[in-house]
């Protein structure tokens, strides 16, 4: 068994890589010199790690017609069959689209707040402020959370999530929300919360934590996901 592929290095080999991923049907050097502007002595170089490494498969063209040897073809592998982030992406998707199929719309948020239940299990919150944890659990998640003067609201400088959530906003978006509203149930804290997307626009997701006095007795707005303005 071949050993999985990590990330590729960048530049011509990506390159190569690329184009046969693009391509419809399997390339020839010949073509491959026209898709990525290389030399043939280049390509050769870079499809023969690139073969090595199980990413491109090669066959010899069955259409071949005439006097020489038949042309050397070469196809890449889907990028799940090569490297294990790309194969857990794919995985994840799929999971994600029989969530709300078997679930419904509120599948995400619920399958967030049963992992804010996860998390808080593990911890010791006792006597911390509310943000603090929340903070944590971010900073923890990966977002590279960044909290405002005023403590209204987390700026999401990363999302490990941000392919998946391209594809499927809804979910990924609703289990974060989820999570973020389960914790701080779960913390006691009366609060509301809501997730601004950025996903593709410029500019971080935003949180917005409305954290108010225990005293208080007016009802709270509960979690949604609030779109961007066009």
């Known amino acids: 068994m071949k ?4 990330p590729l290095v960048e530049g011509s080999r990506e390159r190569v890589l690329a184009a046969l991923r693009e391509a419809a049907v399997p390339r020839s050097i010949r073509a491959l010199a026209s898709d990525t502007g290389l030399s043939a002595n280049a390509l050769r170089f870079h499809l023969d790690h690139l073969l090595q490494a199980g990413a491109v ?26 490297d294990d982030d790309a194969a857990y992406r794919a995985l994840a998707g799929r999971l994600a689209t029989q969530l709300v199929r078997a679930g419904g719309p509120r599948a995400s948020t619920d399958a967030g707040r049963a992992w804010a239940k996860e998390l808080l299990e593990g911890r010791d919150v006792a006597g911390r402020d509310t943000r603090d944890v929340v903070m944590s659990i971010l900073e923890d998640g990966g977002f590279s959370p960044l909290l405002s003067t005023d403590g209204d609201t987390v700026e999401l400088r990363r999302c490990p999530f941000l392919d998946l959530a391209l594809q499927q906003p809804a979910v990924v978006c609703g289990v974060h929300l989820g999570l973020l509203s389960g914790v701080l149930d779960l ?3 009366v609060s509301s919360v809501q997730l601004v997307p950025a996903l593709e626009d410029d500019g971080p997701c935003l949180v917005r934590l ?4 225990p005293a208080d007795s007016y009802p709270v707005e509960r979690p949604t996901i609030e779109e961007n303005a066009s």
């Open 3 to 6: 050993p999985a592929v990590g």
């Open 57 to 82: 498969r090669s066959v010899r063209d069955a259409d071949h017609i005439g006097a020489g040897r038949p042309a050397t073809l070469y196809s890449a592998l889907p990028a799940e069959g090569v």
């Open 187 to 189: 913390l006691g804290a």
């Open 210 to 213: 409305h954290l108010l006095d």
